[in-house]
Nanobody, 116 residues
């Protein structure tokens, strides 16, 4: 069983920044893709950004140019740097990992609230 430990959520004003972190309790060699999803009240969970072992990244159109996803050199930790936050970014953010072999794992979620 893989554990994902998330941190970094909170309350921030519009235009502010937050950095989310997620550490996985598994070997970096078993991880194919790490990513972040979010779910706002009354909406479906959506992909925010993900990053593969090779470093390929993918972003939702709504966050391009504002959010940056990266992986630590150990590669079992993923970060999401969120700049110029908007009220529509308010959601619960979930870390996600896809293994080369095995199930997909989710973190417990961290609340991000953008409000003045």
């Amino acid at each position: 069983q893989v554990q994902l430990v998330e941190s970094g959520g909170g309350l921030v004003q519009p235009g502010g920044s937050l950095r989310l972190s997620c550490a996985a309790s598994t070997s970096t060699f078993s991880i194919a893709v790490m990513g972040w999803y979010r779910q706002a009240p009354g909406k479906q969970r959506e992909l925010v950004a993900d990053i593969s072992t090779s470093g390929r990244t993918d972003y939702a159109d709504s966050v391009k140019g504002r959010f940056t996803i990266s992986r630590a050199s150990t590669k079992n930790t993923v970060y999401l740097q969120m700049n110029n936050l908007k009220s529509e970014d308010t959601a619960v953010y979930y870390c996600n990992i896809q293994l080369w072999v095995g199930p997909i794992y989710w973190g417990q979620g961290t609340q991000v609230t953008v409000s003045s």
